[in-house]
């Protein structure tokens, strides 16, 4: 065979990866903040100072802290010198018992800047607690320092239409309780009509716009007008649903509120660390927080809120966070039907070129490009994922791993080719666009914000596909084919970007299937070329993805700033070994640390309180005597054969989270807190452990009402969560703790489990 057999198969391999770069180039504005500001009048440089101000030590500041306190007394400072008296608003809050067990303190901190009319207010959050491992300057100060510059902006501005409420909500990290205590109680919660959230789940990033509501029409042609550098779209939208991930918004949406919540995402490996600090936040994704709140308010002061409800919603997209496209979400099902009957009517058109052998080639050649996706994507999340154990949502050098899936996604195409050669490419292309047109319309009727990657593309390809037959009636359909391949890649590259915010590496094979589309309309301007010819192709595809992914395996995992998480735990359970130091398991351990520090080289299973399944890595530990939590017994009571226990709980170091763990079998019916039903009997009644956790309580007594039935094994086990005890060798474990690794969540710290047999239990005297 001549050589020149190989030029066309190189050329359009040539060409498919310069396109595949260029767009996935483009399409990091999903990924990184713009460095050119918009003209809002809001300043990172600014926000900063405040955000540097109010957490200057950079100290952790659960809910209920001593340091949470600190941070409070400087936000309210701040807002006063800006003109405003505010409020705080004090809660005990429990959240409803089919709404995750628990209680929190809460300390809200509330201002309002008056407008001039009488309709529905604004409200304006963000939340200043941060967790027990690290300071929060990402999530949620930079959101705090966002609305304190709002309101100081506010206070400078003559008055508009509407209020704004700006609250500072305290006990997000610990169930969203300061929303759901201004949400239950506040008064000014009726006046509320539209909720602006400023959250974040990174340090770095676009601030994407990423949860509206239903009924969202004219909230999107709002904000497309709003905004100058638009970074979000309806398909994150409905995956963010499907998540189990909520933030203060979720509370209001109970209340039948809709509005914009913001989020930064980016270097999630940050979030929740000890590495969510001044150093680490990225000022311009400050800046693109700041520029959409700042132009989204300025659209909102004097807008009548009540204008902007609607029965329908929008879908929409960004075109590389430069501009927002926005059309009505029930234009997608009659767009996509009509895309597929344009598909079927090429078909009918030309239905002497579809010999039923042909028809079940390109049929095989769908099947295998799927097929094929996830398999080769499954092998490569070893070398990609598993073997250096990276982290699930960030990587610190992730250009060699996304390479080398696009050249996954080519060569899955390349060979799916061969295949269908023997369908021809007319074939290929009309029965690749005929299946994601089906797939299009399924999703444009189930899931309408999601269709628009597959509506879009498969209505370009029928239009197209028409055109170039009216104008070339016996041609090959080249230009519809390139038309098509060229839509799908807009979009689905984007979205194989955009997934690393919820799948890695380690889940290549989800990652790949993305690229399913890409594929699909990448195969037949593939298969015109003879089967033999497009071998330099695929071995050119395999040395790029095996290079590639030599390069990622050998990549470090982690570093300074991308770290893996490494929590030092005191684990005292006094109903099993006694204490111990716990390094948890939760993604591969660094076995160099643990060898360094005397920890054993396999991981062991351990019933966390007794209930909940664990691994992790033991040592023994000095008995360091922490005081467990305590329950007083005020009165014992029978009522209806059930015994009801009244008393206190009180911490014994005033750790930031004491709770207690219920067994399946426990035989307790009810418990309530501070009056507030904590468990019901359908949570208590299920077949897995009941936990409630109450945070920041500090050490001052609970009351505690319990009802269990006398003749069950009526069993709890207390439990405590408090900083790291000041001891030796915990110093020698946090000190030896390698650069490249941060405590996460809630850190460093002691567990203190006690068992409790309220059979036992008699009331003081």
Not at 422 to 440: D, K, P, Q, Y
Request: hydrophobic residues 50%; contains cysteine.
């Amino acid at each position: 065979m001549s050589s020149m057999n190989f030029v066309a198969p190189l050329a359009k391999l040539f060409a498919v990866a310069a396109l595949t770069a260029l767009l996935l180039i483009a399409w990091q504005a999903q990924l990184i903040a713009p460095a050119t500001h918009s003209n809002t009048g809001f300043s990172s440089e600014r926000a900063f100072a405040t955000l540097s101000h109010f957490l200057a030590e950079q100290r952790p500041h659960p809910t209920g802290s001593l340091e949470n306190a600190i941070v409070r007394d400087r936000i309210v400072a701040v807002l006063k010198a800006a003109g405003y008296t505010p409020e705080i608003q004090s809660a005990f809050q429990c959240s409803p018992p089919d709404r995750g067990a628990g209680c929190s303190t809460v300390e809200n901190i509330i201002a309002v800047h008056k407008g001039t009319g009488a309709g529905k207010a604004i409200l304006a959050t963000a939340h200043y607690d941060s967790v027990p491992a690290g300071p929060g300057v990402a999530d949620d100060g930079a959101g705090v320092a966002v609305m304190l510059e709002l309101a100081r902006h506010l206070a400078t501005q003559p008055p508009a239409r509407n209020d704004v409420i700006i609250l500072i909500a305290d006990s997000e990290e610990t169930g969203l309780r300061g929303a759901l205590a201004f949400a239950e109680h506040h008064p000014l919660m009726k006046q509320v009509g539209l909720v602006v959230n400023v959250e974040a789940r990174g340090a770095s990033g676009p601030s994407i716009m990423f949860e509206t509501g239903a009924g969202n029409a004219r909230l999107i042609d709002l904000f497309a007008g709003a905004v100058d550098q638009p970074v979000s779209n309806s398909l994150a939208y409905e995956i963010y649903k499907l998540l189990p991930n909520d933030t203060d918004f979720s509370i209001y949406k109970r209340y039948n509120l809709t509005g914009f919540n913001f989020a930064i995402i980016g270097s999630a490996s940050r979030y929740h660390s000890s590495l969510d600090d001044l150093a680490h936040l990225d000022k311009n994704s400050l800046q693109h927080h700041g520029d959409n709140t700042f132009a989204l308010m300025a659209k909102l002061l004097d807008t009548d809120l009540a204008t902007l409800n609607a029965e329908t919603d929008a879908s929409y997209f960004d075109i590389f966070g430069q501009t927002l496209a926005v059309w009505p979400a029930t234009i997608n099902l009659p767009a996509a039907l009509a895309a597929l009957l344009g598909i079927v009517g090429l078909i009918i058109a030309q239905r002497a070129a579809f010999p039923w052998r042909a028809v079940a080639w390109s049929l095989l050649g769908v099947v295998g490009i799927v097929a094929g996706l996830f398999a080769l994507g499954w092998m490569l999340s070893y070398p990609l994922g598993v073997w250096p154990g990276v982290h699930p949502l960030d990587h610190p050098e992730p250009w060699p791993a996304r390479i080398a899936l696009a050249a996954a996604a080519i060569l899955v195409a390349l060979i799916a080719a061969v295949i269908t050669k023997r369908a021809g490419s007319r074939v290929t292309l009309l029965a690749s666009w005929l299946v994601l047109c089906v797939l299009a319309v399924a999703c444009a009727a189930f899931l309408p914000g999601a269709s628009y990657a597959l509506v879009w593309p498969a209505l370009i390809v029928a239009i197209m596909g028409w055109a170039e037959t009216y104008v070339r009636p016996n041609a090959e359909l080249v230009f519809t084919a390139a038309t098509g391949f060229a839509a799908a890649a807009f979009f689905w590259l984007a979205h194989f970007l955009a997934l690393e915010a919820v799948l890695g590496f380690n889940a290549s094979h989800f990652k790949l299937l993305a690229l399913a589309p890409f594929a699909l309309a990448l195969s037949p301007i593939l298969a015109s070329s003879a089967p033999r010819s497009n071998s330099p192709a695929i071995l050119t595809c395999v040395l790029v993805m095996a290079v590639a992914s030599i390069i990622a395996l050998r990549a470090p995992a982690y570093s300074p700033d991308h770290p893996r998480p490494l929590n030092v735990i005191y684990y005292d359970d006094r109903a099993a070994k006694g204490p111990r130091w716990l390094i948890p398991s939760d993604l591969p351990p660094d076995e160099a640390y643990l060898k360094a520090t005397g920890f054993p080289d396999q991981d062991e299973e351990f019933l966390q309180l007794g209930l909940l399944k664990g691994n992790g890595r033991f040592k023994p530990a000095t008995n360091l005597g922490l005081p467990a939590p305590t329950l007083s017994v005020t009165t014992i009571t029978t009522r209806s054969a059930l015994t009801v226990l009244t008393g206190t709980l009180r911490s014994g170091s005033g750790g930031f989270v004491m709770g207690i763990a219920v067994a399946p079998d426990s035989g307790l019916k009810s418990l309530r807190i501070e009056g507030q039903e904590v468990f019901d009997a359908k949570r208590l009644g299920a077949d897995t452990p009941a936990l409630a956790r109450l945070f920041g309580l500090g050490v001052r007594d609970v009351a505690i009402e319990l009802t269990f039935d006398p003749k069950a094994p009526a069993k709890i086990t207390l439990f405590e969560r408090s900083a790291l005890p000041d001891a030796q060798e915990a110093r020698a474990l946090t000190a030896a703790r390698p650069l490249d690794a941060a405590p996460v969540h809630s850190g460093d710290g002691s567990l203190v489990a006690l068992p409790v047999d309220l059979t036992t239990l008699t009331a003081s005297p």
